[in-house]
């Protein structure tokens, strides 16, 4: 198999790494890829969102399978591009067509077919321009805090969740009326506050099939104690001590089963990741949002958690042979810290060198943003790297990822201190 990777993130390094350990790999490509994939395969330099020049190259280089990594490419529509046109239509492309990125792509959408499946969500509504006032009172018979969601893609920002009512009827009109987000938040949903703890349960389906990959919990904020400003994701930890199997049975029959239904149901074809984001609210589990993707840096503590060759996974799953599937899962903790740039997730500088790199031992070092540069490896990003530990618990993987984080060095590196301190109280 020839495999082409789309994304330049540490979620692709981390897949980058597991299909370069597969026996059934010929070549591997990433596009645009990293100063990590480039050790795993070769990088290419095409941006995701440019499909023809995907397309050309995968005819060049023979690709069998794309495997995508990024949200933007398939609600763009990626998948239907190479499904429809006949010299492409041979290639699998791991990721859902345009109409399964709407899970992701339009939480008015996500929501109304959560509605439709009965699956178990906030209470909400979707507003616009034409009844700004309705969106009023509908804020007024709910308690608060109120949460906000622009219905498009807004890069992680269009969630917005307020204590004060007047400042979330300010916020609500920035967003309708003056678009805040843009069109994405042309339309707004809101919906009714869940109070609990969260965590993310990943499935890999053909429509028909699926299996539950190891969860996992990630943490958003930038600083210590879940404070400050929300980020792509500062660290990641699989298992979560608290989804005992009871809790996991209960989200594969109330929302896995019904959310794979209710795609069959609407004749949406479905290859690839569902990323579920969930709230625990007393033990049972709610819908917080869909994503059609994995998640990053939860993809860097769930694959290294996976012993399958993944090609064969992915192959089997697109043969709908995924009952001859049999999971092997490390039954370790996974733990990741994020390493950033200061100043992100607001402005921050790039082409700083890292020093350390080499002589990693007990960890793994996925890239996320960084570039490689006449022997150097510089910054490139706001997430620099993500060091992934597997230990017997989550002190002891975060412990290693700690001590891996002291030999790395470049100029205001920060990360959070406290990742893991949570979840101790859990016993798993
Ligand atoms: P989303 O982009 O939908 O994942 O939302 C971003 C974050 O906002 C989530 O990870 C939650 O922490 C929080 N959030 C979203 N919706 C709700 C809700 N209905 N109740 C409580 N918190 C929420
Ligand atoms: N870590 C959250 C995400 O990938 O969306």
Same mark, same amino acid.
């Given at each position: 198999?020839?495999?082409?990777?789309?994304?330049?993130?540490? #979620?692709?390094?981390?897949?980058?790494? +597991?299909?370069?350990?597969?026996?059934?790999?010929?070549?591997?490509?990433?596009?645009?890829?990293?100063?990590?994939?480039? &050790?795993?395969?070769?990088?290419?330099?095409?941006?995701?969102?440019?499909?023809?020049?995907?397309?050309?190259?995968?005819?060049?280089?023979?690709?069998?399978?794309?495997?995508?990594?990024?949200?933007?490419?398939?609600?763009?529509?990626?998948?239907?591009?190479? $499904?429809?046109?006949?010299?492409?239509?041979?290639?699998?492309?791991?990721?859902?067509?345009?109409?399964?990125?709407?899970?992701?792509?339009?939480?008015?959408?996500?929501?109304?077919? &959560?509605?439709?499946?009965?699956?178990?969500?906030?209470?909400?509504?979707?507003?616009?321009?034409?009844?700004?006032?309705?969106?009023?009172?509908?804020?007024?018979?709910? $308690?608060?805090?109120?949460?906000?969601?622009?219905?498009?893609?807004?890069?992680?920002?269009?969630?917005?969740?307020?204590?004060?009512?007047?400042?979330?009827?300010?916020? *609500?009109?920035?967003?309708?009326?003056?678009?805040?987000?843009?069109?994405? +938040?042309?339309?707004?949903?809101?919906?009714?506050?869940?109070?609990?703890?969260?965590?993310?349960?990943?499935?890999?389906?053909?429509?028909?099939?699926?299996?539950?990959?190891?969860?996992?919990?990630?943490?958003? #904020?930038?600083?210590?104690?879940?404070?400050?400003?929300?980020?792509?994701? &500062?660290?990641?930890? +699989?298992?979560?001590?608290?989804?005992?199997?009871?809790?996991?049975?209960?989200?594969?029959?109330?929302?896995?089963?019904?959310?794979?239904?209710?795609?069959?149901?609407?004749?949406?074809?479905?290859?690839?990741?569902?990323?579920?984001?969930?709230?625990?609210?007393?033990?049972?589990?709610?819908?917080?949002?869909?994503?059609?993707?994995?998640?990053?840096?939860?993809?860097?503590?769930? *694959?290294? #958690?996976?012993?399958?060759?993944?090609?064969?996974?992915?192959?089997?799953?697109?043969?709908?042979?995924?009952?001859?599937?049999?999971?092997?899962?490390?039954?370790?903790?996974?733990?990741?810290?994020?390493?950033?740039?200061?100043?992100?997730?607001?402005?921050?500088?790039?082409?700083?060198?890292?020093?350390? *790199?080499?002589?990693?031992?007990?960890?793994?070092?996925?890239?996320?943003?960084?570039?490689?540069?006449?022997?150097?490896?510089?910054?490139?990003?706001?997430?620099?790297?993500?060091?992934?530990?597997?230990?017997?618990?989550?002190?002891?993987?975060?412990?290693?990822?700690?001590?891996?984080?002291?030999?790395?060095?470049?100029?205001?590196?920060?990360? #959070?201190?406290?990742?893991?301190?949570?979840?101790?109280?859990?016993? $798993?």
């Amino acid at each position: 198999m020839n495999v082409l990777i789309l994304g330049s993130g540490g #979620r692709e390094h981390a897949f980058a790494l +597991s299909v370069s350990k597969s026996n059934l790999l010929n070549k591997l490509y990433i596009a645009p890829g990293n100063a990590g994939t480039c &050790m795993c395969g070769n990088n290419v330099n095409i941006q995701v969102n440019d499909f023809e020049a995907i397309a050309q190259f995968a005819l060049k280089a023979q690709i069998n399978m794309i495997i995508v990594g990024p949200e933007d490419p398939l609600v763009n529509g990626i998948t239907d591009f190479f $499904k429809t046109r006949h010299d492409l239509k041979d290639i699998i492309v791991i990721g859902p067509s345009k109409a399964g990125a709407l899970l992701e792509g339009s939480k008015d959408f996500s929501k109304s077919f &959560m509605k439709k499946y009965q699956i178990p969500t906030a209470q909400y509504q979707t507003f616009s321009k034409d009844n700004i006032q309705e969106a009023i009172s509908f804020l007024k018979s709910l $308690k608060p805090p109120y949460v906000l969601k622009a219905d498009g893609l807004a890069a992680g920002k269009g969630v917005v969740i307020n204590d004060d009512f007047d400042a979330t009827v300010a916020e *609500l009109k920035e967003m309708i009326e003056h678009l805040k987000f843009g069109e994405a +938040s042309a339309k707004v949903v809101i919906e009714e506050y869940l109070s609990g703890i969260e965590l993310s349960v990943f499935v890999l389906t053909n429509g028909t099939q699926y299996l539950i990959l190891p969860e996992a919990k990630d943490y958003k #904020r930038i600083g210590d104690n879940d404070t400050g400003l929300n980020t792509g994701g &500062m660290g990641a930890v +699989s298992p979560v001590p608290f989804a005992d199997e009871d809790f996991i049975k209960l989200v594969e029959k109330q929302i896995v089963i019904p959310t794979i239904e209710g795609l069959k149901s609407e004749n949406i074809p479905y290859l690839g990741f569902i990323f579920i984001g969930l709230m625990n609210v007393n033990g049972k589990p709610y819908v917080i949002e869909y994503n059609c993707r994995m998640g990053d840096p939860e993809t860097e503590v769930v *694959l290294p #958690r996976i012993n399958n060759d993944l090609i064969d996974i992915l192959i089997k799953t697109h043969k709908l042979e995924m009952d001859k599937i049999s999971l092997s899962v490390n039954p370790q903790t996974a733990a990741t810290i994020m390493l950033v740039s200061g100043g992100y997730p607001e402005k921050y500088q790039k082409g700083y060198e890292i020093i350390g *790199l080499e002589n990693i031992e007990e960890s793994i070092v996925f890239h996320a943003g960084t570039k490689p540069e006449n022997e150097k490896t510089l910054t490139n990003g706001g997430r620099v790297l993500a060091i992934t530990s597997l230990g017997k618990d989550i002190q002891e993987a975060f412990q290693k990822s700690y001590k891996t984080s002291t030999k790395i060095h470049f100029t205001d590196k920060y990360q #959070r201190s406290d990742l893991g301190q949570d979840l101790l109280k859990y016993k $798993k």
